[in-house]
């Protein structure tokens, strides 16, 4: 198994590099995601599973019949954040494909189809919506919305699918291809230090927070910076600026967190003052209560500022996902299964978190739980996130419990 992981491992990590920043830029239907397609083909090609790429562009790697039903899936996504982090995504296809050959190591009997899937376009660096592949195929991203989805540069979801070989005149929900999965298993390394503080290498997902994404539109005028007097300013800049704190201070008021992690500036200029500054606003919290006071406080401290300086704004919330409780029934069972694998029966941890995952997504039509790993910074999203190799180790040999678990006895 050690191999096996190190080998997958090894051959992944060079894809999508950036050797400026040392993070990842895997971006939705690029030539880095298109290497990372062809990595997670040969992958499955070589422990003789059935490849298939569904009509939203989710790779699908089969052991079984697929069509017979009752499935057990795992696996995660390759994609990234801009620079970000080798796990994020990547640790749960490569535990997946490693799982499988552990489970063949130990001569197991499979009495359940069992698929390892790499959904497309997760983190939503290119297209500005997370978890794409999931959401079309549930059906919480309509067509007709995926359609209007445009990069940076103006390309649209369905040129860029189309440019990268995928016909996109399919894309939409997949009810059927749901109906035939029994349970989804996803192992992704943890995004916080719940599991480096409590000293265990594996935990349970227990939910995920409500959080979504909206965008502020703060419109002044341009200008002159070194002729408009002061008083004569209609400056976007300043109550963007003042609407970060503000978020911050929300965030801390509410127990939640808040971030402005993203801006564009029109036109842009050191020389002008900006016609338009636009800021992405993440906010995240423990339950919906929370989640909208905290919204809420933003955009009424935005407005205020804005007004002071003469500037209009316009918010726009771009995407929203409530809060995922995991269902108890296939969480329990999984915390069983690790349970009688554990030499000493010692229970694992189980744990929330405020970062968002397709298994959350899917939660609505299929039975979903999580495997995280210890991160032990809680740094993610950043070159600088890590997990220790006997700690992904440990990781794979609790997806293999809990695999054997669900899909052989």
């Not at 083909?41 to 009752?70: C, F, I, K, S, Y």
């Not at 067509?143 to 399919?170: C, I, N, T, W, Y």
Request: aromatic share 6%; with cysteine; hydrophobic share 40%.
């Amino acid at each position: 198994m050690s191999a096996s992981f190190h080998a997958m491992w090894t051959s992944l990590r060079p894809i999508g590099r950036s050797d400026a920043s040392g993070g990842y830029r895997r971006y939705a239907w690029t030539g880095a995601d298109a290497d990372c397609r062809l990595w997670f083909r040969m992958q499955a090609e070589a422990r003789r599973l059935d490849v298939e790429t569904d009509r939203n562009g989710n790779q699908w790697a089969w052991l079984g019949d697929p069509t017979a039903g009752d499935a057990v899936v795992t696996g995660s996504h390759l994609d990234s954040v801009p620079d970000g982090g080798a796990f994020d995504g990547p640790l749960g296809v490569v535990s997946a494909f490693a799982a499988l050959d552990e489970l063949r190591a130990r001569g197991v009997s499979f009495r359940r189809p069992l698929a390892i899937v790499n959904f497309g376009d997760e983190e939503g660096a290119r297209f500005g919506l997370a978890c794409v592949g999931s959401r079309l195929t549930s059906g919480q991203l309509t067509r007709e919305k995926a359609f209007e989805l445009r990069d940076a540069d103006g390309v649209s979801l369905p040129q860029a699918m189309e440019a990268a070989g995928h016909d996109p005149s399919g894309i939409g929900p997949d009810p059927e291809r749901l109906a035939r999965i029994g349970a989804f298993v996803e192992l992704h390394v943890e995004q916080g230090r719940a599991l480096d503080l409590s000293g265990d290498p594996v935990g349970i997902a227990s939910a995920i927070w409500p959080h979504g994404r909206w965008r502020y539109d703060f419109h002044g005028e341009a200008n002159h910076a070194g002729t408009t007097r002061l008083v004569d300013r209609h400056d976007p800049m300043l109550p963007y600026a003042e609407t970060v704190l503000a978020a911050r201070e929300q965030a801390e008021l509410a127990g939640a967190v808040a971030t402005f992690g993203k801006i564009a500036v029109e036109p842009n200029g050191v020389n002008a003052i900006p016609s338009l500054v636009r800021g992405w606003l993440d906010a995240r919290a423990a339950d919906q209560e929370s989640l909208d006071t905290v919204v809420a406080g933003i955009e009424t401290a935005a407005r205020a500022h804005a007004a002071r300086q003469g500037v209009d704004l316009a918010v726009v919330r771009e995407s929203f996902t409530p809060i995922v409780e995991f269902g108890h029934a296939l969480r329990d069972e999984i915390g069983r299964i690790l349970g009688e694998a554990s030499a000493d029966g010692v229970k694992v941890p189980v744990l929330g978190t405020g970062a968002g995952h397709d298994a959350g997504i899917l939660s609505a039509s299929i039975p979903t739980a999580m495997l995280f790993v210890r991160n032990p910074t809680g740094v993610s999203h950043s070159p600088a996130e890590s997990a220790a190799e006997d700690d992904c180790l440990a990781g794979v040999r609790a997806l293999a419990d809990v695999l054997e678990g669900l899909a052989c006895r």
